[in-house]
C-alpha cells in the first residue's frame, strides 16, 4: 500500500504564496500520476494540478498561470507552489496518485492523502 503524506498548508493573506508537499512511501512506487485536488464547503472536490512521472502537466482552469506542480521522482515527491492566492483558494488540499496513466479523474485515482487546509484572507 501506499501512503501520501502533504504539509505546507496554512493561513495566507491574498496576493501571498504557499508551497504544498505530498511525499509518497510504501509499496507500489513509483506512481505514474500526482497530483492535487480540493474541495471547498459545500463545493465538490476539483482538479488542481497533477503531473505524470515523465513531466507532463495539468491544470485547472482556476488556477492556470498562478500555481506550479513539480516533482522529484527520486524523492517520490510533488510539490505545488501556489502565487497569486485569492480568498477562492481556500479549500482542503488532498495529495493524490494514479498508479498507471489510466486516467487522473476522481474515481480513477488510487491513493489520497488526508487534506491540508489552505485559507486565503482578504
Known amino acids: 500500500q501506499v501512503q501520501l503524506v502533504e504539509s505546507g498548508g496554512g493561513l495566507v493573506q491574498a496576493g501571498g504564496s504557499l508551497r504544498l508537499s505530498c511525499a509518497a512511501s510504501g509499496n507500489g512506487l513509483p506512481i505514474n500520476t500526482m497530483g492535487w485536488y480540493r474541495q471547498a464547503p459545500g463545493k465538490s472536490r476539483e482538479l488542481v494540478a497533477s503531473i505524470t512521472i515523465g513531466g507532463t502537466t495539468a491544470y485547472g482552469d482556476s488556477v492556470k498561470g498562478r500555481f506550479t506542480i513539480s516533482r522529484d521522482n527520486a524523492k517520490n515527491t510533488v510539490y505545488l507552489q501556489m502565487d497569486s492566492l485569492k480568498p477562492e483558494d481556500t479549500a482542503i488540499y488532498y495529495c493524490?496518485?494514479?498508479?498507471?496513466?489510466?486516467?487522473?479523474?476522481?474515481?480513477?485515482?488510487?491513493?489520497w492523502g488526508q487534506g491540508t487546509q489552505v485559507t486565503v484572507s482578504t
Open positions: 493524490a496518485g494514479e498508479r498507471y496513466g489510466l486516467g487522473y479523474t476522481p474515481i480513477g485515482v488510487d491513493y
